[in-house]
Structures are given as structure tokens and as C-alpha cells.
């Protein structure tokens, strides 16, 4: 039996566009002589369509979408994902399409309802068990959670017979996760003594990145096919054969190829052109502005420097070069006629108060306020640079350096944000990120001579802690018996607690982390608990 | 038997408080001779505490918290909620206290995972009846949600021998919510032919406003007692007998109540002293100023006039007139040096471009801008003034009016507007908010002889059409079908589903309607469906 695995990207809501690439994508698997083609999970939607699913308007067109692909499918099976809405019951639906009819259906057992997963909220799980044989072949049919949860229906399949498990999938993305996904995948194959294939969704819906790696295991444990990630792709593999085995990357390739996809689908999927930057002439701007220019193309790229009286010449000068080493367009907007401005309206009002963090915030909010007006003016997207480590401990001013439309680098540890500069440097083979922005010390430059570890513990010692303490969920104590810093531990933990609200303001960003603020973390704002 | 209704205002997080008040009121119930005495569900941790249920070691002070309260239980029988996590599973229990011990323990068999609930992200649903025996009365236990689902656990007990169905709940508060908690109730109590007593949650947590209204209703329906709304109370009732019964007040009321809580305890909560409300001169900031100052009191409001150009004389002047009969500090900062600044900083860059909702913003974020330095040298805490019918369709800016730390009235339609502040007014015996500002037709005043009507639908029309769209998901379709003008209906649906993109930037508010922004209504910001 010749399979295809056809990992694609839908965007959510586009229920006729994402009806059409199915229909698109079948062809080329026909082509390809394919007997079956898989399709990810929710396809015809999108994924995670969200409260759209309470609309029966919504429910309906996508049921009607799955009958127009079913038309298209002739002389070849395929496996698609959409809601079904049965009895007063919505269920997660894979549709067997053949001979131009909906054949039958499979509907998902195991509902992710933990993380970024709200499943419980719109879907009932279902429990009976689909085999279908096409092409001398016996075939089980899964949908992504089905296999992730030890036991039925994933355990099961091979006793009944399947000699191939399908699984759809809208697997999102962290670090490691193709590794881990390949795990899972491994043990179900074992489990059922046959080999199974995943398709896996490719494509950014928001926050989240799904990054496709759509694979093909054997029970012993081997890979037998594998698609790249973060790319559509039609993975076409004989069972019985070897197929075509896309090699693995390193954590940071793939984070670097998860922001670009995640930025390159926000910007594409919401119809917006180009994008703006404020370079300050640190590193997070640099980083933000590399992987912009990657993913769209410098020309759609604009980078704004806004210096005030404590930008250093060094910084001034190194966000000019950074632009002219991307190829951007680059101007530059002195902040201090604003400063002077909002500081002679208020002076009767502070009279008699010392100068402190609320002249910082003001010349951040200034550069907010004039990022937002090229935006408003040219239509271009703005860009926010804060980093995780900022954002976790509230290092960030609101309608500041946190205003925009996306926070691409938002799920970005300091650490790990000097690892990619450098990584992008030894792709180019040259200083795409001048050197002199990677090697300086942090500063916000809001006041003379700050440096970041002026306010916060060093970023190497800081970023364990976070790890531990947002994604590990390890209470205070147990981080000190971890033998982290008690000091550090106490400092860190108490202005993550306080720094929520502003959380809540954040743009969205691209989730790399296994824990991402946002949908996979729900803190709340009032909220006494301190350990 | 004697029945005591602790209606008790708990702080998430807060589990040794909690736990303190727990007690404090246990001591009053056991003055006032109670057998037995109901508790809010979780009061021990509060509710929602969402993802801090994820901690261990969160878990765990919560149980030690009820073996405290437990101690305390002598010559009474208490209902406490708190959660329990027994055989690896977390439950939403309800802890039997007495003889100063936890005698046993139900757990909630119904789990709500919609609207603004999340339960079965955290808990395991149990399906035990249980029954205890005090002071000659057989009593069945249930939480919140298992007697809003017909069928068992809320239907059986009286089959079971029970005398008295016993509730404890933490149930949001919305328009109205008091009266359909009732029907609830009666329905439970004619299945089982006893009385049931429901004991609510009342304060507020975030978005959220637990409005109190603990009831006692006889199976043929009589409201036997009822506690007051919005408020702590400690309902006391003696079986058999009539028990005070407080009366209900109307939709306007309500709404009052519920915004003054909402904002006084999001204040309180999170450590707040004053509040600072920019005055337009308007209607919203004037009904937001009005409602902060019944809530925190006169000297803890501050008003601030920003006004540009545009500003007339009538609303400079109503501005200051408000202050004025609310008796707060008022102040007035011009707005006019920085426009001039950001103006001349941006003129070589808009060289060309004609004058357009850029240069509106621009006054918009100058204001943000100005109450937030305020809000950093004085700590105060910006309340933002925008309605729901702003915020639905996106006729608000980012980091302007939209800038705070909470937005009060942001589930408040602008009709409703209008209606909060004659009703203010009338309570008032006069002008609390100066009629001019209520007759006065509404415009942003951000650029000449500006009305809220050149670019919205006329607000009654509008108003209709998203309650329909935003509250009860009715499409574009049935839309034009129930009878709504089809050029009114397309406006509003395509800015509402455009404007999802600075929703998820506002501060929190008050949840009023059934369905609000945030938690309850979780929609794609890229999303393609428009229907």
C-alpha cells in the first residue's frame, strides 16, 4: 500500500480556502498514486478554532466543506479532520473519504483538556473503535490525543487487526517536541505490533506553531519515513519499503525556524504587509529584526531608532549598522522633544518628587506612542522585543517597550536569545548581528550607566529559576532544597508573582517553551499565594 | 435543626486568611446556635484559583488549612470547600467538620468546563453520594454545578432519606444570575421534596463578582430565607420555620453593586491605596469616576483632565463640574505641548499623508501616558473608562483610553451607560454626574465637531445587534432573519471580529453580562470566518 501523508497548513476560520488546499493536496497524493492520504486533525477549521466551534453556523459550513472534499475523492482514500455534530453532540471528527462520499467516521476518544488544550470545553469523547481496509490493508484510525494516553483505543488496534495505525494530528510545537512526538509514536507502534503514521499539522495559528515532522514508525521502533519540519509537505512512503527520512535539528534551529514560521503566519494569515521594529541597539531588537528579515524579506522589514540623552553613541551606532547589515529601512527619531514636553506638563504635579522609575517608563511609553504612529500611518505591524526573562519578572513597561501587534520573541529566555544571535551570525558565516550588540552588557538605557543586573540576579542564574519556577511549577522550597540560590529564588519569585497584570496586557508571541504565559499558564492577577 | 449560611468574601490564594475567616465566622454560627453551618465552595483557596491548583505545594497548605478549621469545629457540624487530592486525582471537595476533625468528604460529581469555568483542566469528577446525620436531620451534600445538571447526584437525595439538600457554591455573578440560581434551586428541592439551602461565594476575584444571594427554598418552591447580595452575611434559619428573606433588586442595581465590588476588592485585593480616571468630560469617564468613588471613597479618587484643541469649553467645564460634585482632587493637564512635539518629531516622516485616525490616537496614547506617569509616582491604579460597545467594535485605542490597570465599566453596553448614571443620579436625590454630560451627544473629541455617530452605528441599534452577534452567537445570517438592519448587522459584525486583536490587550473588568470578553468568549485573533 503506497501512503501520503499530506502535512499542510490551514488557517483558522477559512473553511472554503482550507476545503480547496485539501482538495489541492489530494490530487497531488492521486498523483503521486497514492491509496491513502492523510490529512491533520480539525483541518477543514483550523486548529484550534476555539469558541468558533459554538457557532452551528460555523459547525455546519465545515460539514458541508467535508462533503465538497469527499466529491474530490476519487480513486484514492482519504482521512479528514473537521467537527462533527451528531445527536446534539460535537465530536472531533476524522471523516474516511472515498468513491466521492463520506465512507464512515472516526471519532477522537481522548480529549486534551490540560496546557493549550481546551477540548473538554466543546467536544464529547467518543469510544468506539474504526478499522477500514483499503488496498489489501487493515487500518486503525486515531486522532492525535487517541495515541498519547497509554491504553485503548491506541493499545488495542493491533489485536483487531489494523496492520497500519493512522493518526491525525494538530501536535503544537516546544522545543524537543518531534522527539518526544516520535516517543509516543514509538510505543504505539510497539504496543500494536504495526506500523503507525502520523501526520501532524503544519502552520502558526496565533500563539501556537504546529511543526509538521509528520513521521512513519515500524514496531521495532524504527523510523521509517519522516517529513520535515515546519514546511508542507506531501510524505509519500510504501509500506513495507523505506521511505524518505527527513533528518532531525538542534533545539536551535528549531527555534529559529518556529519564530520565523510563527511570525511569517501571523503577519500572512491577518493580512498585514510589513513590519516595524524600534532598534535600540541591544540584542533583543537585533534578534527581533534578523528573524523578521528572514521570515519576510528585508524590504518589508523598518526598523526605527529612538534614541533620548542616555543612549550611548555605541548603541546609536550599532542599531544603524544592524540595519545596514539586514538591508532595512532605518530612521532614526530623537525622543527627547517629547521627553522635554510630558516633562514641563507635569513638573507642577511632581514638584518636590525625586526622578525614578517613572521618567523610564515615560521615555518607553514615547517610543510605544511613536512606533504605534508609523503604524497607524504606514499600516505596518509593530513588532515588540521583550524577551521571557523580562517578561517573567515584569523588566518591561507597559504601552512601552511591551506595546504591538506580536511579541515575537516573548517565549525567549535572555540566555537563549545570545545563543540564536549567534547562531544566525555562523548561518550567515559573518556578522549579520554585529558582534559589538552581542558582546555588550544588557542596559535598558532609561537612566546613566544602567545595567540590567543593576535590577535583576545575572540571566544565566535567573533563567534556571524561571524555568523551574513558571514551567516546573517548583514551589520556593523546593527550589532552595533544588540548591538554586535562596536570594535569587526570593527575588525572582516574588516579581514573576506581582509582574502578571502585565502579562495579561502582552502581545501575543510565538510558544517555543514547554510552559508559554498565555493559554498554557493561567495565573491569576489578585492572587496572596507566595511559596 | 439551625442552619447557618456563611456568605463569606474569600481572597484566591490567600489559604491562611481564608482559613482565618473560615473560623472567625464558624465562631459566630456557633453564637448564634447553629447546628450546622455551610461555607462557600473552595473558600479555603478561593475561587478561581486556576493553575495554581497545578502546585503541590499550593494542594497541600490547603488541606493543612483544613485541619485547622477542623480544630475549631466543637458543639458544630461545618461545610468547608476546599480541594482534595487523594490516589493521585484532585477533587473539589466539600470537608465535613466536626468534633474538631474532617468526619468525611464529598466530592463534586459535576465539573463545569464552559463559559468562564475550567474544572476539568484541574479536578477528577467523583460520583459518591453522601449523607450525614446531625441534630435528627439527615443532610445530602452537593457543590455548586450538581444541582444545575438535572438527573443525579441533585435528584437522588431525597430518595436517599434526605431531610435537607445542602449546597455549597462559588457561582459568578451576572445580570440576573440571582434569579435563574433560584429556579435552580427550586427545581432541586421539588425533586427531592426537601428544602435545599445553597451557600454562594460573595467578593470578586479578577473579571470575576460572586454575588452572595444565599437562598433557602421549600420543595413547593417558597424562597424560605435569603441573604442579601454583594455583601458578607451569616444567614441564620431554623428548619421548618420562616427565615429572613432579603429582597431582590432590579438589573440597574445589580449592575451597580456588582461594579462597586468588583472594583473595590480588585483594589483592596491587590494592595491598591487611590485610583486615577482621566475626565473627558463625557459620559463614561464621568459614570466610571461616580462608581469609584462610591466604592473607595471620595479621597482616594482622582480625576485628571487632559484636554487638546478639540476639547470645547462645555466639556472642560463638565469635567470640573464632576469633580467638583463627587469631591475629588481634580487637576488639568493640556495635552497640546506634546502633540506639538510628537507632531514636529513625525512631520519629515509624514511628509505627504494627509491628517487621518493617526493623529487621533496620538491624543489617545498622550492621555494613556500621562495618567500612567501619574499612576508611577503616585502608585496610583488607572482606571480605564471604555464600555462594551467601544470594546466590542474596536473604538478605542491601545495604550489610550484602553490604558489601565483595571477596566471597570468594559461589560457595561453604552446604552447601559446612560441608564447606570440617571440611576445614580435618581439614588443620588441630584446632579452626582451634571445632567449636560448625559444629554451631551457622545464624541471622542479627537478631531472637529467629532460624534461617536459618523462612525458607529447608532448606539440603541448597535447595542442590539451585539448582545445577539457577541452574547448569544447568532450569525450574520440569522442576524438579518430576526428582523436586525442588514447594513447595521455587516458594520458591526466586521469591526467586532477585527477588533480581537485589542480585547486581548485590555486591562480586566467586571463581567456583568452573561457573556463578557475574556474567559467566557474565546475567540481566534487570526480567524477568517466571517459570518
Same mark, same amino acid.
Not at 490529512?39 to 477549521?45: H, S
Not at 550607566?449 to 517548583?474: C, F, G, T, W
Given at each position: 500500500?503506497? +501512503?501520503?501523508?499530506?502535512?499542510?497548513?490551514?488557517?483558522?476560520?477559512? %473553511?472554503?480556502?482550507?476545503?480547496?488546499?485539501?482538495?489541492?493536496?489530494?490530487?497531488?497524493?492521486?498523483?503521486?498514486?497514492?491509496?491513502?492520504?492523510?490529512?491533520?486533525?480539525?483541518?477543514?477549521?483550523?486548529?484550534?478554532?476555539?469558541?468558533?466551534?459554538?457557532?452551528?453556523?460555523?459547525?455546519?459550513?465545515?460539514?458541508?466543506?467535508?462533503?465538497?472534499?469527499?466529491?474530490? &475523492?476519487?480513486?484514492?482514500?482519504?482521512?479528514?479532520?473537521?467537527?462533527?455534530?451528531?445527536?446534539? $453532540?460535537?465530536?472531533?471528527?476524522?471523516?474516511?473519504?472515498?468513491?466521492?462520499?463520506?465512507?464512515?467516521?472516526?471519532? $477522537?476518544?481522548?480529549?486534551?483538556?490540560?496546557?493549550?488544550?481546551?477540548?473538554?470545553?466543546?467536544? /464529547?469523547?467518543?469510544?468506539?473503535?474504526? @478499522?477500514?481496509?483499503? &488496498?489489501?490493508?487493515?487500518?486503525?484510525?486515531?486522532?492525535?490525543?487517541? %495515541?498519547?494516553?497509554?491504553?485503548?483505543?491506541?493499545?488495542?488496534?493491533?489485536?483487531?487487526?489494523?496492520?497500519?495505525?493512522?493518526?491525525?494530528?494538530? #501536535?503544537?510545537?516546544?522545543?524537543?517536541?518531534?522527539? /518526544?512526538? /516520535?516517543?509516543?509514536?514509538?510505543?504505539?507502534?510497539?504496543?500494536?505490533?504495526?506500523?503507525? !503514521?502520523?501526520?501532524? !499539522?503544519?502552520?502558526?495559528?496565533? =500563539?501556537?506553531?504546529?511543526?509538521?515532522? #509528520?513521521?512513519?514508525? !515500524?514496531?521495532?521502533?524504527?523510523?521509517? &519515513?519522516?517529513?520535515?519540519?515546519?514546511?508542507?509537505? +506531501?510524505?509519500?512512503?510504501?509500506?513495507?519499503?523505506?521511505?524518505?527520512?527527513?533528518?532531525?535539528?538542534?533545539?536551535?534551529?528549531?527555534?529559529?525556524?518556529?519564530?520565523?514560521?510563527?511570525?511569517?503566519?501571523?503577519?500572512? $494569515?491577518?493580512?498585514?504587509?510589513?513590519?516595524?521594529?524600534?532598534?535600540?541597539?541591544?540584542?533583543?531588537?537585533? +534578534?527581533?529584526?534578523?528573524?523578521?528579515? /528572514?521570515?519576510?524579506?528585508?524590504?518589508?522589514?523598518?526598523?526605527?531608532?529612538?534614541?533620548?540623552?542616555?543612549?550611548?553613541?555605541?548603541?546609536?551606532?550599532?542599531?544603524?549598522?544592524?540595519?545596514?547589515?539586514?538591508?532595512?529601512?532605518?530612521?532614526?527619531?530623537?525622543?527627547?522633544?517629547? *521627553?522635554?514636553?510630558?516633562?514641563?506638563?507635569?513638573?507642577?504635579?511632581?514638584?518636590?518628587?525625586?526622578?525614578?522609575?517613572?521618567?523610564?517608563?515615560?521615555?518607553?511609553?514615547?517610543?510605544?506612542?511613536?512606533?504605534?504612529?508609523?503604524?497607524? $500611518?504606514?499600516?505596518?505591524?509593530? %513588532?515588540?522585543?521583550?524577551?521571557?526573562?523580562? +517578561?517573567?519578572?515584569?523588566?518591561?513597561?507597559?504601552?512601552?517597550?511591551?506595546?504591538?501587534?506580536?511579541?515575537?520573541?516573548?517565549?525567549?529566555?535572555?540566555?537563549?536569545?545570545?545563543?540564536?544571535?549567534?547562531?544566525?551570525?555562523?548561518?550567515?558565516?559573518?556578522?549579520?548581528?554585529?558582534?559589538?550588540?552581542?558582546?555588550?552588557?544588557?542596559?535598558?538605557?532609561?537612566?546613566?550607566?544602567?545595567?540590567?543586573?543593576?535590577? @535583576?540576579?545575572?540571566?544565566?542564574?535567573?533563567?534556571?529559576?524561571?524555568? !523551574?519556577?513558571?514551567?516546573?511549577?517548583?514551589?520556593? =522550597?523546593?527550589?532552595?532544597?533544588?540548591?538554586?540560590?535562596?536570594?535569587?529564588?526570593?527575588?525572582? *519569585?516574588?516579581?514573576?508573582?506581582?509582574?502578571?497584570?502585565?502579562?495579561?496586557?502582552?502581545?501575543?508571541?510565538?510558544?517555543?517553551?514547554?510552559?508559554?504565559?498565555?493559554?498554557?499558564?493561567?495565573?491569576?492577577?489578585?492572587?496572596?499565594?507566595?511559596?
Amino acid at each position: 500500500m503506497r +501512503l501520503a501523508l499530506a502535512q499542510i497548513n490551514s488557517v483558522v476560520g477559512d %473553511i472554503d480556502g482550507n476545503a480547496a488546499r485539501v482538495v489541492d493536496w489530494l490530487e497531488r497524493a492521486r498523483e503521486a498514486s497514492a491509496d491513502l492520504v492523510l490529512f491533520p486533525e480539525l483541518v477543514v477549521t483550523g486548529y484550534p478554532p476555539e469558541d468558533l466551534l459554538l457557532r452551528p453556523g460555523f459547525v455546519r459550513a465545515a460539514r458541508a466543506a467535508v462533503d465538497t472534499v469527499a466529491a474530490a &475523492a476519487q480513486g484514492i482514500t482519504a482521512l479528514v479532520g473537521a467537527p462533527l455534530f451528531e445527536s446534539g $453532540k460535537l465530536y472531533n471528527a476524522c471523516f474516511v473519504l472515498a468513491d466521492g462520499a463520506v465512507q464512515t467516521v472516526y471519532r $477522537k476518544h481522548h480529549l486534551p483538556n490540560y496546557g493549550v488544550f481546551d477540548e473538554d470545553r466543546y467536544f /464529547e469523547p467518543a469510544n468506539d473503535q474504526v @478499522l477500514i481496509d483499503l &488496498a489489501g490493508t487493515r487500518v486503525g484510525l486515531t486522532v492525535c490525543e487517541d %495515541i498519547w494516553i497509554a491504553g485503548p483505543p491506541a493499545s488495542e488496534l493491533g489485536g483487531a487487526g489494523a496492520q497500519l495505525v493512522a493518526n491525525i494530528s494538530a #501536535s503544537p510545537f516546544h522545543v524537543g517536541k518531534d522527539r /518526544e512526538r /516520535e516517543d509516543i509514536v514509538r510505543r504505539a507502534a510497539r504496543e500494536n505490533g504495526v506500523p503507525v !503514521a502520523l501526520c501532524n !499539522a503544519v502552520g502558526a495559528q496565533d =500563539e501556537l506553531v504546529f511543526d509538521g515532522h #509528520s513521521v512513519v514508525v !515500524a514496531p521495532d521502533g524504527e523510523v521509517l &519515513a519522516r517529513a520535515t519540519g515546519f514546511e508542507e509537505e +506531501l510524505l509519500v512512503f510504501d509500506l513495507g519499503e523505506a521511505g524518505p527520512v527527513a533528518p532531525q535539528v538542534d533545539d536551535l534551529e528549531q527555534m529559529r525556524r518556529a519564530l520565523e514560521l510563527g511570525l511569517h503566519d501571523y503577519v500572512s $494569515k491577518n493580512g498585514f504587509g510589513d513590519v516595524v521594529i524600534g532598534l535600540s541597539g541591544g540584542i533583543d531588537s537585533a +534578534l527581533t529584526a534578523a528573524l523578521c528579515v /528572514e521570515a519576510l524579506g528585508a524590504d518589508r522589514v523598518h526598523g526605527v531608532s529612538m534614541p533620548s540623552r542616555y543612549s550611548s553613541d555605541a548603541t546609536r551606532g550599532d542599531a544603524e549598522r544592524l540595519a545596514e547589515s539586514l538591508g532595512i529601512e532605518f530612521r532614526e527619531i530623537a525622543i527627547e522633544p517629547m *521627553v522635554e514636553a510630558y516633562t514641563g506638563a507635569l513638573r507642577e504635579h511632581f514638584a518636590g518628587r525625586d526622578s525614578d522609575l517613572t521618567e523610564e517608563n515615560l521615555q518607553a511609553r514615547i517610543r510605544g506612542t511613536l512606533l504605534m504612529a508609523l503604524s497607524n $500611518k504606514f499600516g505596518w505591524l509593530v %513588532i515588540a522585543t521583550g524577551n521571557k526573562s523580562e +517578561l517573567s519578572v515584569g523588566y518591561s513597561t507597559l504601552y512601552g517597550d511591551l506595546a504591538g501587534g506580536f511579541a515575537l520573541i516573548k517565549d525567549v529566555y535572555k540566555t537563549d536569545v545570545f545563543r540564536l544571535a549567534r547562531w544566525l551570525n555562523e548561518r550567515a558565516g559573518g556578522e549579520l548581528i554585529p558582534v559589538s550588540i552581542i558582546d555588550r552588557p544588557p542596559s535598558a538605557e532609561l537612566r546613566a550607566d544602567q545595567r540590567d543586573e543593576d535590577s @535583576l540576579p545575572p540571566y544565566p542564574a535567573l533563567d534556571k529559576v524561571l524555568e !523551574a519556577y513558571v514551567e516546573l511549577d517548583r514551589s520556593r =522550597e523546593e527550589l532552595s532544597q533544588d540548591g538554586f540560590d535562596a536570594d535569587v529564588v526570593d527575588r525572582a *519569585v516574588g516579581m514573576i508573582d506581582r509582574a502578571e497584570y502585565k502579562r495579561r496586557q502582552a502581545p501575543p508571541g510565538v510558544k517555543l517553551r514547554p510552559k508559554a504565559f498565555g493559554r498554557d499558564r493561567r495565573t491569576p492577577i489578585t492572587n496572596r499565594w507566595r511559596s
